[in-house]
């Protein structure tokens, strides 16, 4: 499986950003994908996740803030990111699980600056 990211860049706190997780390859397998990100010096976090089915689950710091999608028709994973802050700021990353042990992906990350 191939995740490639694309859609960072800078905006001003309260703008917005959707960045968008192109997946090919061996799609069928995924369960679930998710948007993780990590800024300078700080450990790598779960941001949203969505499974096959439709069901999503948020970071306390980003609920009613992000929305996350995923359109199987065109293999792609969104993340629309409203109300930004500063500490909003780091490299975004996209991840695919499958039910196979060992069937985790990564695309090669996206970085989100945002100014104060």
């Known amino acids: 499986v191939e995740l490639v990211e694309s859609g960072g860049g800078l905006v001003q706190a309260g703008g917005s950003l959707r960045l968008s997780c192109a997946a090919s390859?061996?799609?069928?397998?995924?369960?679930?994908m998710a948007w993780y990100r990590q800024a300078p010096g700080k450990q790598r976090e779960l941001v949203a996740t969505?499974?096959?089915?439709?069901?999503?689950n948020y970071a306390d710091s980003v609920k009613g803030r992000f929305t996350i999608s995923r359109d199987n028709a065109k293999n792609t994973m969104y993340l629309q990111m409203n109300s930004l802050k500063p500490e909003d700021t780091a490299v975004y990353y996209c991840?695919?699980?499958?039910?196979?042990?060992?069937?985790?992906?990564w695309g090669q990350g996206t970085q989100v600056t945002v100014s104060s």
């Open positions: 969505v499974t096959n089915g439709g069901s999503t």
């Open positions: 390859g061996n799609i069928f397998s995924i369960n679930t």
């Open positions: 991840n695919a699980e499958g039910a196979v042990a060992g069937f985790d992906y």
